[in-house]
């Protein structure tokens, strides 16, 4: 055991942030190159003698913290997802445990996640380390009113480093909050994938203007792909539709059912566009805290996968802004980005009448989260009621 006394520290943090005592002892294996002392049952027996014990959750706290998750997140959270939705929000408890509250607490939603399980199919590649491969895409389930998904991932981790909500795809929001935020955030990633779309152009060129920074300068800075081949952020998408998309979109498809939507109308369409981004970003950020805190069999958990970063790394002034970024890009490559995109028409002749609108909407609709809540449990009144309200202000105002 002393061989472990000078990587105390090291095994506190690790262990303080879910790493289990396997993964300790590979670490140390492996990366610190300890030879002896260092095996599974070493570990444990060293974490024992200086109380390094996880704290458990009572089952009276357990299913209350799940009844309160399931009123945010609806009936599509599994164990695995409910797991790190848990431990994102600072409670932690086995998937067994878990799972059995899950069973017991709602059959009607039990028996629905069961009925809807699917099989993925297998993985085509593994990346090698963090920072090998950065996945993006974009998810346009609800195109048609405004909203559109666009994150990135990390083929090691399947961390979500990071995403955006808005109301149409555009270059310069894609690279500003989405690849941009990453590479500051993580550092830069050897190969960026994508598909054939045009939103993602001005991000390639930065990425390749920057392919002298990687850490594996021999592959190509980036590959342009199908969709269908852009495998590991595909895996993403059917989890962030069935607990966000699909319930919006169905609160949304009543009303214009009921002829109490119009989306032909310019107005509607840019109070649908902005009351549906606000709601979905809410449902995405925190299906993406559950994912990156869930575990993966075989692999671990995102989080701790990528604590570590990329191996490459750059200065904040080596990534522009977007308006700069595009100005660069219209000199190198001759041709302009569109600055920003708009669903419908903003209708609003002065920011003083936007103003006020937004102050009388805000003080009738105070908290644009329960609406989520009650979207993703099925109860879509509220939120229809609102956007009807939204659109009723905005035409007194215009």
């Not at 996880?54 to 695995?80: F, M």
Request: charged fraction near 25%; glycine fraction near 6%; hydrophobic fraction near 35%.
């Amino acid at each position: 055991m002393s061989n472990l006394v000078p990587y105390e520290e090291t095994i506190r943090q690790m262990y303080g942030n879910g790493f289990s005592d396997k993964q300790i002892s590979n670490y140390l294996i492996f990366e610190m190159g300890l030879r002896r002392g260092a095996s599974e049952r070493s570990i444990r027996q060293f974490r024992i003698d200086r109380g390094l014990v996880r704290k458990t959750v009572s089952d009276e706290h357990l299913e209350l913290a799940v009844a309160e998750a399931i009123s945010k997140t609806g009936p599509r959270y599994g164990r695995k997802m409910m797991t790190g939705y848990l431990a994102a929000q600072g409670v932690r408890a086995s998937e067994v445990r878990v799972g059995t509250v899950l069973s017991q607490m709602h059959e009607p939603y039990h028996q629905e996640r069961r009925q809807g399980a699917e099989n993925l199919n297998p993985q085509p590649y593994q990346a090698e380390y963090m920072g090998h491969k950065l996945h993006m895409d974009q998810n346009e389930k609800l195109a048609m009113y405004g909203v559109t998904h666009v994150l990135a991932i990390d083929g090691f981790s399947k961390k979500v480093v990071a995403h955006s909500t808005m109301p149409v795809k555009n270059n310069l929001t894609i690279y500003q909050e989405v690849y941009r935020q990453a590479v500051l955030a993580y550092g830069l990633w050897d190969q960026v994938r994508v598909d054939h779309g045009t939103e993602f152009y001005l991000s390639l060129f930065i990425q390749e203007m920057l392919a002298e920074h990687r850490y594996n300068k021999e592959r190509r800075p980036y590959i342009q792909s199908t969709s269908t081949k852009n495998h590991t952020v595909e895996r993403i998408w059917p989890e962030i539709n069935t607990r966000v998309n699909y319930p919006i979109k169905t609160a949304i498809v009543q009303l214009i059912d009921q002829e109490r939507l119009n989306m032909d109308d310019n107005l509607t369409r840019y109070c649908t566009s902005n009351l549906t981004c606000q709601l979905s970003n809410i449902g995405v950020q925190r299906t993406l805290q559950a994912w990156n805190a869930h575990r993966i069999p075989g692999k671990g958990i995102p989080n701790n996968l990528a604590q570590c970063g990329c191996k490459a790394n750059v200065t904040e002034d080596l990534l522009p802004e977007a308006s700069a970024a595009a100005d660069f890009y219209r000199q190198e490559v001759g041709s302009s980005l569109t600055r920003e995109s708009v669903f419908g028409t903003d209708p609003f002749l002065s920011e003083e009448d936007k103003s006020q609108a937004e102050t009388e909407f805000s003080l009738l609709h105070t908290d644009v989260a329960a609406l989520f809540d009650s979207v993703v449990n099925r109860h879509f009144t509220p939120f229809q009621e609102c956007l009807i309200d939204l659109v009723n202000i905005t035409r007194r105002y215009v």
